[in-house]
């Protein structure tokens, strides 16, 4: 389950007061690209792809593990996961998103939802009296389960799970479910008719999918996404635009990308190892290094071994004759 940061909102009549359904909203990850097939499971929406409108979308049954759920100020809709209701339990299992989606600190109107699993949440109590009434709807199975969006039939408008209360859909909105539905048939039979699909992949063409869409003008464009971005751009293209890209040619083909600039070379003084630094910045010339000062030549009767000690220092005859000779011992040796 991840959470829908954008278009979620809750719709309601002109007086303000009475709910029309809540739309959980959306966000660019995979898990809002997987489809509600589980959520529909759930609710035992019918499979049958050639129901149209409301039929197509409203609910047959009331799963046992719908919930409302209460935490301090906040409270919402859970349907949890069916291994995470089994093995955690009920109590732990609204612990366990509580926690995952940060609800505790979460300020207004919050969702996140799967292909089998939804939560929607508030702690304003306006908010909270609204989901209530969609979730009464749910219980008394008057309530239609689907992916739509706020913005109108447009598939870059934000689409996501939207739950409506079927009773309070004006006919305009019952009819263009149904108008969108037959539009839909006719767009995938046309797409099967052609054949682009199995002429993509025999040629070896990689691509998570190719949606039809009709044009104001009738004619039919196909929205590519790409496996490797790098050889093909994602965008809105003909039929024969496909086909070209399937024999390598066409506006599909991205071109490659252009020869990266060559690095400016270095002067060789700069990368010569024998060069002195600094030797091609002008005024950077170092001055010469004067030579070392000889040391003082002590005077040779310093280092004469039989010069008499302080002899050759200034003031030192007085010193000299106090000395005199040297004493004897009676055997003649010297002491």
Known sequence: MREARFDTVLPTDWTGSKALGVFLGQDFCAEHEWGIRGVQEHFGISKNTRALGVNRRRIRQVPKSLMWVRRGIREGIL???????????PVKAVSFYWRTLYLPTAKGLKAAWDEGSFIVTSNRKKEVRLL???????????????????HGLNPFGGQGLGIAIVSRMDKDTLKGWKDADREQQFLQKAKRDSGIVDILRKAGKRFFDVSPRLEKDGTIVYWLNPWDEGHAKAGWYSLQDLKDWAEGKGKVVQPPPPPPEPEPEQPEEWGDETSTPGASIPGSELPPIPPPEPEPELPEEQGDETSTPGAGIPGSEPFQEMLGEEPKCDDGVQQ
């Open 79 to 89: 349907l949890p996961e069916t291994f995470e209701l089994h093995y955690e339990g």
């Open 132 to 150: 209530r009434q969609v979730y009464d709807a749910i219980r008394r199975k008057d309530a239609a389960v689907g992916i739509f969006s706020p």
